[in-house]
């Protein structure tokens, strides 16, 4: 796991944010006995995780809202002030979060910087700027998350060693229901015949569970890992070849990306769209009280629309 300390305040954004860093002293962060570890977690899912494996002792704050694309999000004073004010900071890692060293910087935070992807093997992308550090979607295969979470738990044992018995009894709690997640997905994928596994998707942000759960990818209507790619009439009309040849039976909208393509796509090959209450959870989970409002319920609901949809 990487975990370092990050820099302090840049010239970048001073002025703008100069009341927000004010405010957000944290030289008291590592005397943390007996109050609640302050912590900023970047993505829906990074959160997700470290409230499971802090549970009471924590205090989360998320700075990326249910269904909001993460790729080209823009930092609020808001979220440098939460940041300034942290015990720890999660990123989710592999380069998705391209605004969070600028706006750490600007913070002028000193608390623990933990890196959760570290130890993941990252799949690699195409040698592209959006791509070059690989694919940031690590947590759509359970044992990733569970990489993910060791790493939360240590930077949460290491900043406050007195609650480490129960960091560490809520990890294995938590690692125990992943890996009760990972064997219900194998069962219901298992449940398709090999033929009948193919993949249509908004962008390329299910390359992790392909691999795992042994689908066969397709492609995607954004042909990247970035969202905010451009498009072409030729990858689109490739794509919808490619649909038409290899017998794909559906197309999967996705919970953070408008449908109007994928269904347009759908029209053109014949095949169905999954959108609206179908529509997997990719970038981001949905919010409470929706089919993907944590990491368990995301990857449950995207695997039960994977599965009903490509039946016969």
Not at 212 to 229: E, K, N, Q
Not at 243 to 256: N, P
């Amino acid at each position: 796991m990487r975990i370092r300390t990050a820099r302090l305040a840049a010239p970048a954004f001073a002025g703008l944010l100069a009341t927000v860093t004010a405010c957000g002293d944290s030289s008291s962060a590592s005397d943390t006995s007996g109050e609640q570890l302050k912590i900023v977690a970047t993505t829906t899912q990074v959160a997700d995780f470290a409230r499971n494996i802090g549970g009471d002792r924590v205090q989360v704050t998320q700075i990326l809202k249910p269904n909001v694309d993460p790729h080209d999000y823009e930092p609020s004073p808001a979220d440098v002030q939460a940041i300034a004010q942290a015990d720890v900071v999660v990123e989710s890692g592999v380069h998705l979060e391209k605004w969070l060293d600028q706006t750490i910087s600007s913070s002028g935070f000193h608390g623990t910087l933990v890196d959760s992807s570290k130890g993941v093997a990252v799949r690699q992308g195409n040698g592209t700027d959006e791509e070059a550090a690989g694919d940031p979607h690590i947590w759509h295969n359970p044992k990733n998350a569970e990489i993910m979470s060791r790493n939360i738990a240590a930077a949460l044992d290491a900043k406050d060693a007195t609650d480490k018995s129960t960091f560490d009894a809520n990890l294995t709690a938590y690692t125990g229901k992943l890996d009760q997640l990972d064997t219900w997905i194998t069962q219901r994928i298992d449940t398709l015949p090999a033929a009948q596994r193919k993949l249509v998707t908004n962008h390329d942000a299910f390359g992790y569970y392909v691999d795992r759960y042994h689908l066969t990818f397709v492609g995607s209507i954004i042909p990247s890992f970035d969202t905010s790619a451009e498009l072409s009439g030729k990858q689109l009309s490739t794509l919808v070849a490619k649909i038409k040849e290899t017998g794909v039976k559906a197309i999967f909208s996705e919970s953070s990306l408008p449908p109007k393509t994928a269904e347009a796509i759908g029209k053109e090959a014949g095949v169905k769209v999954e959108a609206g209450e179908n529509s997997l959870y990719g970038d981001t989970l949905g919010p409470a009280g929706s089919a993907g409002a944590t990491y368990l319920d995301m990857e449950r609901h995207n695997t039960t629309t994977i599965v009903d949809a490509l039946k016969d």
